[in-house]
């Protein structure tokens, strides 16, 4: 009796194993998909199908893969809107692959979600579009005004650049993986928080060094002017700050030109 | 130039889908995309040099957020092509390739607005599967959009090419002025936006000021030295 009883109740099924390491062959996967996370951005969604787009080889080892519901929430739920600073979303997708592959409780992670937007945005703005970008710009202009020749110019910029910037989107998704739903902690990285404070003087000292150098070689031949163009861009420089919000300078050079070409043009009659 | 269009175009596509969309590695800021646009005319520092004054002139707009700036990609690749195309003849052929590729970059801007209106269109046209979790339909809006961003860049660099080519060629047939003030001029109102977007970078931060004034005096130092 107890015998046939036991053979009744079913054998208890075994939790599936808590993945603690992503695969390598996902980790690529997801480190290129990542590169085109702005692929579909638009005004209503912005990055959010970026998101669901680069968190989809790690939701594949969700139990039962691609044709579960569990994967199709999944999905569902990571392609809604976000919004994140492009490279630094390497840090939502990580905690996100993390927190679903864990099976931790959909309100839980939509919450995250939302709370985990706008200082994604904010510290990736000033850390790598006002910091680095410069920053880089600025050294291949000097490497451009001390004489570099095209090869060297565009090495040191594409170089600097993408090693900071493959290197942060790498860490990204290892701290996010790494975190999980408790990431936050890992926004104040030194890098991060005072990484914008350390590049920005950096920055402003290859602006002082460079744009002088690589204005001295684009002017070539008409070196004899080089007094009157230094006074002509500082007046410029000095519009530019009194017009700052209300017209932009690129729209002003374009202006200038286009008189200069009238002039010249013109003249020629 | 004629001859080119093809190669030229695809080039500007590809440096078109870098400013945003792939891979985001900045092949699409001037210095290198005017380089490879020179480059692909038979002159790269021809193309390096336009790269260096838009460079100048793009420091002002960087991509924040979902603020609306010039696509540089496509447009800097059109400005390095023509420049390098127009070497013979230095009197104006420097302003009228920085003309050429604000233009294509302020069209381009514009044309990356569109786009990203089409992309929430179809975005919304797939809500439903999105809504399903169909991964098909994640990745497929994924790569429509792109592909559309390839294609509007493609278009923008041709049409900018066949506007511009013969636009310059004409302009530089009639040109009066000389070389030396041509190029001071053009010269002169890209270093006035790079360092007015200086100081919209860096005014808030009193070490960066400090840094600016030395990096000042060894720039200006090593310039009267050379």
Redesign the interface.
Known sequence: MAASAQRLVPAPVPAPARITRLPMRTRLAMLLRM??I?????????LG??I??SL?PALRLLPGG?HTPR???????Q?KYF?AH??LAAVAVGALARAELDDEPAERIERFRTALAGPL?SVG?RLV??GW??F???L??GV???GG??VA??AT??GV??AG?LALRAWGLQVGWTHGLRVAQALGNPVLRRGP?VI???????????????????????R??LG??LV??????L???RL?GRV???????G???I??L???G??? | MTEALFPLALLGALLGLDTVSFPQAMLSRPLVAATLGGAMAGSPMDGLLIGAALELIALETLPFGASRYPEWGSASMVGGALFASAHAQPAGSSALAIIAALATAWIGGWTMVKLRQLNARWAAQSQPALDAGARGAVIGLQLKCMTADLVRGFLLTIAALIVFAPLTEASLALWSLDARTSRAVAVAVATSVAAGAAWKLFHGSTPAKWTFVAGLGAGLTMMVTR
């Open positions: 590169l085109a702005q692929g579909a951005w638009n005004y209503e969604t912005l199908n970026g669901g787009f989809e691609v994967f199709k929430e999944a999905m569902a739920r392609s919004n492009p490279y945005g703005d579009w006002a970008l410069p880089c710009s600025l291949a202009l451009f005004g001390l020749g095209h110019v565009l910029f594409l650049y993408n910037h404070q920005a003087p950096l920055a402003a000292f290859a602006v002082g060094f460079g744009v002088p150098l690589a204005m001295l070689r684009i002017i070539g031949p008409g004899t002017l009157v163009v002509a861009a500082a007046l410029g420089a519009l530019i700050v700052h932009e300078g690129w729209r002003l050079a374009l200038v030109l286009a200069l070409v002039i010249s043009v003249g020629a009659g």
